[in-house]
């Protein structure tokens, strides 16, 4: 069974930049997984902010971006703001029409 | 605009059935990828299932043998029929359209479904 890790939660200072990371129990995430980060605040849809590893969502700030690092997916969110603190979620593709999220990171602002 | 919008939820006794819906606009359904996505009530989010353009349908071993998805591409709408009910099938499911790179590119708001006697 395919079981994706992510920081079960995260804290930053206003201004400050975080990383989180999207791995695998067993292997790398490379780019043919196809990565892609998702915002939600409580009682929302998730928002779109990354997808195909490092490209950008219409309308999401610049401050957040995606790459590969080393065996994972990787958002970064460069000058954090208040209206940052949210859960963010990566998915991989898994080929074979199945996709699987990460548990999801609760990122605080403080 | 593109726009997707979830019906069906609601409260449901175990072993038994419920059909969600999810009425686009703004794109053809036919054109894409589709997909449901489901959160359990303080948990995070759970990938269901996808049926591609072709037709071809995939889903997660949790639900597989239960749910079928399915699509009528005359009204637009994308279907998830959930058979033999749980209650950790208990959750908001949303309905997301698939995007060229495989990532979720748009979304609905969700519907609640209940499974409890």
């Known amino acids: 069974q395919t079981v994706v890790t992510q920081e079960p939660s995260f804290s930053v200072s206003p201004g400050g930049t975080v990383t989180l990371t999207c791995g695998l129990s067993s292997g790398s995430v490379s780019k043919d997984h196809y990565p892609s980060w998702y915002q939600q605040t409580p009682g929302q849809a998730p928002r779109t902010l990354i997808y195909?590893?490092?490209t950008r969502s219409s309308g999401v700030p610049d401050r957040f971006s995606g790459s590969i690092l080393g065996n994972k997916a990787a958002l970064t969110i460069t000058g954090a703001q208040a209206e940052d603190e949210s859960d963010y979620y990566c998915v991989l593709y898994m080929s074979g029409g199945i996709w699987v999220f990460g548990g999801g990171t609760k990122l605080t602002v403080l | 605009e593109v726009q997707l919008v979830e019906s069906g939820g609601g409260l449901v006794q175990p072993g038994g059935s419920l059909r969600l819906s999810c009425a686009a606009s703004?794109?053809?359904?036919?054109?894409?990828?589709m997909s449901w996505v489901r959160q359990a009530p303080g948990k995070g989010l759970e990938w269901v299932s996808v049926i591609y353009n072709s037709g071809r349908a995939f889903y997660a071993d949790s639900v597989k043998g239960r749910f079928t998805i399915s699509r009528d591409n005359s009204n637009n709408t994308l279907y998830l029929q959930m058979n033999s009910l749980r209650a950790e099938d208990t959750a908001v499911y949303y309905c997301?359209?698939?995007?060229?790179?495989?990532?979720?590119?748009?979304w609905g708001q969700g519907t609640l479904v209940t499974v409890s006697s």
């Open positions: 703004g794109f053809s359904v036919s054109s894409y990828y």
């Open positions: 997301a359209r698939v995007g060229y790179s495989y990532g979720f590119n748009s």
């Open positions: 195909s590893a490092n």
